[in-house]
């Protein structure tokens, strides 16, 4: 079975486009031009040059994409657009002039075959990036960019998904409706996979235990308390201890939900391996496979929902450290 890039998740889709972009420009070129900077929006240009993908341009993704792809696309698009563009261009226009203020024929004629050639050169300048991203979107991973891919990376868990589209591809025999359900398992895994972070990678959560009794003995100092500026800065910073205690337990519970739904997703990206080896090994083991897809899929689609409730929890941490800020230095005037 085939599958393409963008199953891999943006960081490494994006990661197998720009090495898929730089095949044929030379190393040297590679080592001269290194300008990956990440545009801060798309230009019009840039955008037709996505059109006869499925990205959508106003995307995170679309501005990797085009910022990993910026040596090909300032090489190619640029040498058409103003080596050939630009360069029969200026001796058209010369010797456009020579027929029009000279009357000579060869003049119209010379210049209209270079003319040609310019606008030839501008419209492939813009045609050669377009269908170039359509290709490198849609021409299916190739075991050798997994196995690179396999060296280069260090969470187990990605590691065992990329091993998972590896033996997905090297599956032969399976019914298309069997296919349809491991892409679907693998584009659900794949999601999950690139929105759930690394528990390893998270900062340790704050004790909250603490934080609940320093805010304790605040209070009991500010009840004993007589002047009232002191006592109501201490009652502020009990506010502020207890929204950090409280910020403390959501990520302690969110990395505690996140360590969980790794280790099933392991587990079911295990499982779905397992099926699909037992095939290439010759038992029948298609109804094992569909289901084992079937599970894999409800679980990654479970475990995407996460995402939401990551970002709700990151604007809450903000908002709560930004308003201890403020009241701490309210406190201090």
Request: aromatic fraction near 4%.
């Amino acid at each position: 079975m085939q599958l393409t890039p963008e199953v891999l998740g943006d960081t490494r889709c994006v990661d197998v486009i720009r090495k898929r972009s730089l095949v044929n420009i030379a190393q040297t070129s590679q080592m001269a031009y290194r300008d990956n900077t990440v545009p801060a929006k798309l230009s019009r240009i840039q955008r037709e040059w996505l059109k006869k993908t499925n990205v959508d341009p106003d995307s995170e993704f679309a501005r990797l994409l085009v910022g990993a792809t910026r040596m090909y696309t300032s090489q190619v698009s640029g040498g058409l657009t103003w080596g050939m563009g630009l360069g029969c261009g200026v001796p058209a226009t010369m010797m456009l002039a020579m027929g029009i203020f000279e009357g000579k024929l060869e003049g119209y004629l010379i210049g209209g075959f270079f003319a040609t050639l310019s606008l030839i050169g501008v419209i492939a300048g813009q045609v050669a990036p377009q269908e170039s991203y359509k290709k490198w979107m849609s021409t299916p991973l190739h075991i050798a960019e997994l196995d690179e891919i396999l060296k280069e990376e260090h969470d187990p868990l990605y590691k065992s998904f990329v091993l998972l589209i590896r033996d997905a591809i090297s599956q032969k025999n399976l019914p298309r409706d069997t296919e349809d359900n491991v892409t679907a398992a693998i584009t659900a895994l794949g999601a999950a996979i690139h929105r759930l972070p690394d528990p390893g990678t998270a900062l340790e959560p704050i004790d909250s235990a603490t934080l609940r009794t320093q805010a304790q003995q605040l209070v009991d100092q500010a009840h004993s308390e007589s002047d009232r500026v002191i006592r109501d800065s201490l009652l502020r910073r009990v506010e502020a201890l207890i929204r950090s205690a409280d910020s403390a337990d959501e990520t302690h519970q969110w990395l505690r939900r996140t360590a969980f739904l790794r280790q099933e997703l392991d587990a079911q990206i295990t499982s779905l391996r397992h099926s699909l080896q037992a095939n290439m090994d010759g038992d029948i083991a298609i109804g094992t496979i569909k289901r084992a897809a079937n599970e894999a899929t409800t679980l990654g689609r479970e475990a995407s929902k996460l995402r939401e409730a990551t970002l709700e929890l990151d604007r809450y941490l903000a908002a709560s450290d930004a308003k201890t800020d403020m009241q701490q230095v309210q406190g201090q005037r």
